[in-house]
């Protein structure tokens, strides 16, 4: 009886403690290791932040005082950042502050703004052999980029020419952008009322495709003339052909424009590699693929000349607006608004005042992996980064800093 006792008082006692028990908060340990879609996590691992700053060397022997102005932004983008409660060393992340002045570019470098960037990465920290790893790019980032206007833009469609970005959306009063060939967006910043980007129209645009491709045969065929010929006693050992290379190359950007044009040509190309390739002649194959390639450069730039001619002055003047996927003709040219295309634009050239100081901060572009805003419902795996970067993106006291560093 005394036994039995004895029982029920534990067991009772047990009853009452487990709701104390459950109500504790549960602290994990720093080791601990989750698996989530089949990849290894240490969400509780202790935070880590790295600041580094570095400088173009040539720039900083023959610009210091131009260069310390820049840097000084540089130090206060990394203060901002480092200095917010969301990335003081969150646990589970790794958090990177990078700033850099970059080289100067252009022929003519004393009539340009010296760029920069100011990177802040976010690694997700991963398990590996038990310990904390990171890869070695980023999980997610945001990017601030200083006097760099081609960060406005995805990839030209030729030489300076762009599908004009899609505004999405206000973040904190200025544009967030879809840049349509490249897959982040972009905030943009400047301090004047000057338009981003200027209109192409029709006739510009079929005018450089013409001129692209007449300078293309012009290369192609002074180099020809300089080529000697092989004689019969040389051998060459088995090397990559250039011309057929090029040929490919080019081949691609015609397709862009004219697949049906581009089949075409292959189809010669084919038909002419198997009879070469029956006669063992490379020097013959080398010929025929750089035949080809002018060929198809002449034949483009007929079209391209008959589609101008084909349009009236109004639509010679008018702006032009293009898609990816047109195949009834050379340029790629469509109506206006059509579903798909989007209007042709170049970035304008004087967002970047050459009277000012080349140190000045004309224009910032800030680049996210992520679209700013959005809402992170989980944030377990990789989500632990985007989701700290969307919280980040909400901070509208942080951004409202930054961009205050455009200078009047």
Known sequence: ???SRLILMVATGLVFQAPWIAAQPQKSHPDTIVEYDGQQFMPYAPGITENTLSIA????????????????KLVECAALFSQDTLLQAPAGL?????GAILPLTGTSPASKAIAAEFETALFTTLAKDSAPAWEPSPDARV???FNDPVKLAGTPVINDIFAEPRVTGDFFGHPEMDRISVPYRVVAVKNNPLPYFTPVT??????????????????TEIKGTHNSPRTATQVSPP???????????ELEKIRKMDPELADKLMQAYLEAGIGVAGNHQEET???VDQNIVLNSWREAVRKLKAEMNAMSPPERKSQAWWSSTEE????????????????????NKNLIDPTKTPNSVQLLVVEWTMVPGTEFSETTGYNLAFGLLAQLSRNGALWNEIFKMIDP
């Open 57 to 72: 060397p040539g720039l900083a022997r023959r610009s210091p005082s131009q260069v310390a102005h820049l840097k000084q």
């Open 328 to 347: 009834s003709n050379v340029s790629g040219l469509v109506p206006a608004g059509e579903s798909g295309s989007r209007p042709l634009v170049r970035i």
């Open 202 to 219: 029709r006739e510009d645009f079929i005018l450089t495709l013409i001129t692209f491709f007449q300078n293309s045969i012009e290369k």
């Open 143 to 145: 990017t601030i980029w």
């Open 1 to 3: 009886m005394r036994f």
């Open 94 to 98: 790794k958090i990177t502050f990078r």
């Open 285 to 287: 194959a080398s010929q």
């Open 239 to 249: 090397v990559k052909n250039p011309e057929r290379e090029n040929f490919f190359y």
